[in-house]
């Protein structure tokens, strides 16, 4: 009879050999990159996150402020450049524009709504609107252009005129009469302008050659002729 006792212990020795290669590599850790690779959350790499949405505030430009039925404007330009009167009434305004030395010119228009656009001889033109109780705008005379600013006054303050005789021609007179008393003012003679004479706002009229001429105040629906 054979002796298979040898043979035998053999092969168990040969099978715990396997079992416990088995065993060990079980444990071995995984390598780091795959270990953080699984435990992470499945993501898709052509997948971006959305960009932010900036949502700014909304501008807005406020109206302009309806014009009171009757009210009268004195300012001056940006640069001190003229002094700039402007007289409204219901949806019509004329104005005038004053250096005192040779710049000066009459215009009107509508003022419909606290909106201004006149227009005057020579292409000039005014445009503005009022807005916290202060009229300001641009205006054009020949070559210049400036921004200006005007606020409301109560007489004496304001915006004066006076028309003389000339030789059967009719020179108009402006004045702009500033709240502090101060004023300004041009006399056209025919298209060639001196210093207008001085006057007394609170006189209804005033010497132009010799001669007592009456003063307008002027409002709104005057009319710049």
Not at 27 to 51: I, L
Not at 65 to 91: I, L, M, N
Not at 163 to 173: F, M, R
Not at 200 to 217: F, K
Request: charged share 10%; hydrophobic share 40%; with cysteine.
């Amino acid at each position: 009879m054979v002796n298979r006792g040898p043979l035998v212990t053999l092969l168990a020795v040969f099978g715990l050999v396997l079992v416990l290669l088995v065993v060990n590599y079980s444990r071995q850790p995984e390598p780091a990159g795959q270990a953080a690779a699984s435990s992470a959350a499945p993501t898709r790499s052509d997948t971006t996150a959305p960009p932010a949405t900036v949502t700014s505030a909304p501008t807005t430009t406020p109206s302009a402020t309806p014009f009171p039925a009757q009210a009268v404007y004195v300012g001056h330009t940006a640069g001190g450049e003229a002094s700039v009167a402007v007289a409204v009434k219901d949806d019509k305004a004329v104005a005038y524009v004053c250096d005192g030395q040779a710049l000066e010119a009459w215009l009107q228009g509508s003022a419909a709504d606290g909106v201004l656009s006149l227009q005057g001889n020579g292409g000039a033109t005014l445009t503005g609107s009022l807005a916290d109780g202060v009229l300001a705008g641009t205006l054009t005379v020949g070559p210049s252009t400036w921004s200006f600013t005007a606020a409301p006054v109560d007489a004496p303050a304001g915006l004066y005129r006076a028309n003389a005789a000339n030789g059967g021609l009719l020179d108009k007179i402006g004045w702009i009469v500033q709240p502090d008393g101060s004023y300004v003012g041009l006399r056209d003679r025919g298209g060639s302008v001196e210093p207008a004479p001085p006057f007394d706002p609170s006189a209804t009229t005033v010497i132009v050659d010799g001669s007592q001429v009456p003063v307008e105040q002027v409002v709104g629906d005057s009319g710049a002729g």
